[in-house]
Structure formats: structure tokens, C-alpha cells
């Protein structure tokens, strides 16, 4: 039977008028992330002034799928339409197979109308069979207990004894209303691992617009800044998203203490998964994470190529970026904090 015209799917970009729609849809959508809220476009268009295309499908009047999308151009990292830039999951989530071909289809016209490299689309689960994918990264997701104390048994025996190592160190945990102390922590940490460094600008951005679905928890000892974690909160999950330690973390199990001291926030608070975020495969942080007994999901970034003729490797481990990493962590702290900024808007 012919569907009628008042009946079919059209694509539209998300306006003021359209973001309590939207955010809605997200929210009850099983397929979207919190990184499909529509504030995501304030805050790359605010911090980094990429252009967005924040797409919905609708039909009747009523949104059935949502894709965001950012423009990310660099002499350094090259030129791509991303969904999303800076985010962990993205591409479409949609209500029904109609409305997601129909987004798909819209974000490989616009990739070709902007002359892009590629199209990535960040999806947890294949999409597109015949796109390209690679499983660079992880994802690592565990539920919560309702009991704090069966979490932390939970906890292999080892990374357990890390996590009583910093209780037992006197570390102390509180949230921040500030990014500062945050920033600095992370700061510190990134530059050691020989990363360009965000803003600050990007995480005060991240507090305004996500408001109460975002917070800050800063681990101290005697008053003395040890680690920070920004965290955003979706549903019934909480994801510490960006953290890090100073350099005396390590010795006093400054980050073991701490993402236990959010698990166990979490807990008392009635959120129900921890969303550890993503991982390269075999990288520090994916065995950080293992040790906490969560189990790696792969994550399938998929790839539409429209003038490249490979798919992009930015990948730390990648020869092109080892003599960048090598020179940046030998660079003046304060000096990665003035140039990172620049850099690390390329990286999406």
C-alpha cells in the first residue's frame, strides 16, 4: 500500500523552538546517550565554534529520530562531519528504521555537500552494513548494586585493596561548584600522558548548560588538591566522563579512591549503572578499568568515506602523532595549558 504523503518522514535542524521536543525524544529513546542531548550544540558552537547540524525526523508532528552532528576541520587532524564531535556514542537514535535511513541518508548528503573526508558516526552497535567500522575502542558499563557495601565486595580483591589503601591514606572526597581545583587536576594529568589540554572555558561551558545532570567531585588530603572527576548523569547512569590526578595520585591511590567514592555516591543517590566510558583496547585505562571487574563492549564506529580514501587513524599509538606526544609532555606545563587549548579543538 502507497503511504500518503502527509504521512512521510521529513528532516529537520534542531532550533530553539524544537530542543524541549527533542530532549524529550532522548530521553525515553532506548537507543540515544546523554550525548545526544540537544545542549551538546551550545557547547561545541560556544567552546570551540564548529559548525553543528543537529538533525531530527519527524512525522505527524512528532520527532522518531534524532542524529547530532559537528563540523571538525584541521590542518592537523584533518576535515570530517562527526556524530558526536567530542563525545564517546553518537549517529542516529531513532524510534523507527524509516526515520533512521532517512537521517542517514540527509548526513552523507551534507557530508558531501561540506566536502568532508568522512562521515563517523560513533554507534555502540553496527548501523550501517555497508559502511566502513573499525573497534579501536571499548566501552565498559557494569550495574549497581543497591547496597554500597556489595559493590565495593564487588571489586576484585586486588583493585579493592587500592580503593582501602586511599580510604585508609585519609583521602577525602566533596563536590565542587567550581571547575578550578577540577581543571587543574586534569591539567596535570592529560599533560603527562602528552595530551592537548581543553579549555577551561569548555568545562565551565559543560557545567553551565548541563546544570544539575552534571558535577564535579574533587578528592583531597589535609586540604591539598589530589584528583577531580566531571561527571554527567542520564537516566539511571552516571559517567565520569573527563578526570584526572596531580602527581601525588598515584603514590596515595588518589584515583582508585575517588571513582570508588563516586560509585558509592552514585549508589546512595539511586543511579543504577556506571558508565565507565570508552577505552582504546589494551591502553592503560582499558586495564584500569578491567581490574575493576567492568567487562569491555566493543564500540562500532562507522565510517562513510567521501573524499578520503581510508578510514582516519588518530589513535595515540599511530607513528604520525608519537614524536607530537614525546615533545608535548616535555613541554613547560604552563605552556600546554596556553597552546593545548588550540590543538585540542581538532581533535573532536
Known sequence: MQRKAD?????????NASQVAWDLFVERCPEATFF?????????????????????????????GVLP??????????????????CVYGGVAAASSTARHALENKAVELAENLGVDYLECRNTDLRCTDWLSKDLYVTFRKKLSTDVDENLKAIPRKQRAMVRKGINNGLKSQLDDSVERFYEAYAQSVHALGTPVFSKQYFETLQEVFGNVCDILVVTKNGNLISGVMNFYFRDEVLPYYGGGTAAARALKGNDFMYWELMRRSCERGIRVFDYGRSKNDSGSYSFKKNWGFEPKPLNYEYKLIKSKTMPDLSPKNPKFQLFIKAWQKMPYGMTKRIGPY??????
Open 7 to 15: 504521512d512521510a518522514i521529513t528532516v529537520h535542524e534542531l532550533d
Open 36 to 64: 545526544h542531548r540537544a545542549g551538546w550544540k551550545d557547547v561545541i558552537e560556544k567552546t570551540f565554534d564548529h559548525k553543528t547540524y543537529f538533525l531530527y525526523a519527524e512525522r505527524h508532528g512528532e520527532i522518531e
Open 69 to 86: 552532528l559537528g563540523h571538525v576541520k584541521s590542518r592537523l587532524f584533518g576535515n570530517a562531519l562527526i556524530s558526536s564531535p567530542f
Open 343 to 348: 590543538i585540542a579543538r581538532g581533535l573532536g
